[in-house]
């Protein structure tokens, strides 16, 4: 792809670290038992579950954003309106995020591909701000390395093999 394949050049950095980060969150979680996905090791950190839930919240709100379809993924009532994590709750199992996560990874990829600069200019509001889709993107893009690389941290914490980048 060349960023003059896009309907707005400024996606095309993002869809590379997208693309990367699209294979990275499957290879992060590659292995880990639903069990240890929801083992904090006694602390108040997100585990692995609510981190990869999250994620995926994030994608589907995206690509609902980007092309007005009504998205959700199987554990939008757990994620949406920014929840945090909640204590005592069984999270939907690493295996279906990741079938959700190749689902809408396609339609947003496709999505960013189409995006329209009056669409990226275009307001959004979100808790407490207003900012464009654009700067949304921007920050999503970075919040999705963060958190796999919080994923990729609670596998060794979890005495998991390190995740493999390629």
């Known amino acids: 792809m060349k960023a003059s394949d896009l309907k707005d050049s400024r996606l095309y950095g993002f869809i590379i670290l997208y693309d990367m980060q699209t294979d990275f969150f499957l290879s992060a979680l590659e292995g880990i038992s639903d069990t240890d996905a929801h083992n904090r090791h006694d602390t108040k950190a997100n585990h692995v579950a609510w981190l990869a839930g999250s994620l995926l919240q994030q994608r589907y709100e995206q690509a609902g954003i ?3 379809q009504d998205l959700k993924q199987t554990g939008d009532a757990l994620f949406k309106d920014n929840q945090g994590i909640k204590d005592n709750v069984t ?5 279906q995020y990741k079938n959700e996560w190749k689902k809408v990874s396609t339609i947003l990829r496709e999505a960013f591909i189409n995006a329209t600069t ?10 407490g701000m207003k900012i464009t889709v654009f700067e949304l993107i921007s920050f999503s893009i970075y919040r999705e390395a963060n958190c796999i690389g919080q994923i990729a941290l609670w596998r060794r914490l979890l005495g998991y093999d390190a995740m493999k980048y390629m």
């Open 66 to 68: 980007l092309t007005g």
């Open 91 to 95: 999270y939907p199992s690493l295996e």
């Open 118 to 127: 009056e669409k990226l200019d275009s307001m959004i509001d979100i808790p």
